[in-house]
Every structure is written in structure tokens, then in C-alpha cells.
């Protein structure tokens, strides 16, 4: 399983304890709204594990760094200790693929996560990080 079960009575996907812990309540919070206008809904700052009232704070993909050869890619992405995360990759931006030789990890200590994927040099690769449910609520 990648995520732990956590109390959601309205059913928009977003945990019950953190809706209270941010809004003060379980109904201002959605799939669709997005309190501090960043472009990423609550749910997503949820899932994530961003501020949803700080709009520089949401999961992205800070740096892209191609390395010698072009076999590699170092890429650095915001992350919190209280998530796992995967990067995907995808040569078309439809279908995504999970890093085979990454997996689902544990991010590093501080705000930022780098990790270096091995890819065919003849193909062009798109990448994504991917939180997954949080491992508390």
C-alpha cells in the first residue's frame, strides 16, 4: 500500500485532521479551491504537503540538470519529511512511468530532494515528482 488510511467525511480526498488543522474546519477545502491562489487546488497542497495559505509553497521540480554524456539527469524538487515520493518520466507528457531504479523513496533532510536518473541518451524525457499520501495526516 502506498498510503495511510485517514479519516475523510466529506469524501474530497483531503484528510479530515489536516482540513481542521488549516481551516478550522471540513468544508472549505476541495479538489477545486485554492486558498492562496497559487494554482495548485487544496487537495494538491494536501497531498503534497505544502502551506495551502503560502503561495510559494507546493511540490515542484526546482532545478533540471542534464550531465555529461546525457545519460543522466539531476533533479532537485521540494519535498517534506512527512512524504514519500516517486519521480516519473515520460518522453510524451500522456503516458507516465515510475523511475525504475528509484521507486518509491523517503525524501533527504531539508527542504529540497536531488536525485540522479540514468535514462537512454536518444530519448527526451520529461519528469515529474509525485508525493504520495501523506505517512501522517
Known amino acids: 500500500a502506498e498510503s495511510v488510511l485517514y479519516a475523510d467525511a466529506d469524501g474530497d480526498g483531503i484528510s479530515d485532521a489536516w482540513e481542521q488543522q488549516q481551516f478550522g474546519n471540513t468544508s472549505s477545502a476541495s479538489v477545486t479551491s485554492d486558498a492562496d491562489g497559487d494554482g495548485v487546488s487544496d487537495k494538491n497542497e494536501f497531498l503534497g504537503g505544502s502551506d495551502p495559505h503560502d ?65 537512454p541518451a536518444e530519448e527526451r524525457r520529461f519528469f515529474k515528482a509525485v508525493a504520495i499520501v501523506p505517512l501522517t495526516p
Do not use: C, N
Open 55 to 119: 503561495v510559494s509553497s507546493y511540490l515542484r521540480i526546482v532545478s533540471y540538470r542534464e550531465m555529461p554524456g546525457l545519460v543522466q539527469s539531476q533533479i532537485e524538487f521540494t519535498s517534506k519529511p512527512t512524504r514519500l515520493y516517486r519521480l516519473e518520466w515520460s518522453t510524451d507528457l500522456v503516458s507516465w512511468a515510475v523511475v525504475p531504479a528509484l521507486g518509491t523513496f523517503t525524501p533527504s533532510a531539508g527542504a529540497t530532494t536531488i536525485k540522479l536518473v540514468t535514462h
